[in-house]
């Protein structure tokens, strides 16, 4: 469970991000858009109303999450989206007012970025951070005990990647 009442511990969670940057969220029931400064950390994506804020207005678990390209079919260029790979519900919380969370009831979270470099490079680190998610580490774990893999929990997909940094902040 994620706390978002203590701002300390709230600065705290942001800390050392796997990736950071401005994209655009579409609404779930009203299907407009929105600039969301976001933040992946620790397997969840969090997204705020601005970069100085210490507080998400929401959040989505990145287990079980399948991340794909959507292309121009919704009206926008360099759009993406998280659908669950197990159930038919993305795992997410909605902050209301600071405090109050919300479960989410959306079958997929659509983002656009600026271009196509960040697009990519979007996609790449969240698809890195659901490897790194610990049901996943689990699985591939206890399905592979005899055998080195590439997504074990020895992992460190951040130290190989192209981008050869531990933090990307996208402007």
């Known amino acids: 469970e994620i706390k978002t009442s203590n701002e300390s511990h709230a600065l705290e969670i942001f800390i050392n991000p796997h990736i950071q940057g401005w994209l655009n969220k579409r609404g779930g029931r009203v299907k407009t858009w929105h600039k969301r400064w976001c933040v992946i950390k620790d397997g969840?994506?969090?997204?705020?109303?601005?970069?100085?804020?210490?507080?998400?207005?929401?959040?989505?678990?990145?287990?079980?999450?399948?991340?794909?390209?959507?292309?121009?079919?919704?009206?926008?260029?360099?759009?993406?989206g998280l659908f669950p790979l197990v159930g038919e519900i993305?795992?997410?919380?909605?902050?209301?007012?600071?405090?109050?969370?919300?479960?989410?009831?959306h079958n997929i979270f659509i983002f656009h970025a600026n271009s196509d470099d960040e697009l990519r490079l979007w996609i790449f680190k969240l698809r890195s951070a659901v490897f790194?998610?610990?049901?996943?580490?689990?699985?591939?774990?206890?399905?592979?005990?005899?055998?080195?893999?590439?997504?074990?929990?020895?992992?460190?997909?951040?130290?190989?990647?192209e981008f050869n940094t531990p933090t990307t902040k996208v402007q």
């Open 44 to 80: 969840i994506l969090y997204y705020f109303k601005d970069a100085e804020d210490n507080k998400p207005v929401g959040f989505v678990k990145l287990e079980n999450i399948g991340v794909r390209e959507i292309g121009e079919s919704i009206g926008k260029k360099f759009t993406f």
């Open 90 to 105: 993305v795992e997410s919380k909605k902050i209301i007012d600071g405090k109050e969370e919300k479960e989410g009831n």
């Open 132 to 161: 790194q998610t610990p049901v996943f580490q689990e699985l591939t774990v206890s399905k592979n005990r005899d055998k080195p893999s590439l997504y074990s929990n020895s992992a460190n997909f951040d130290s190989d990647d």
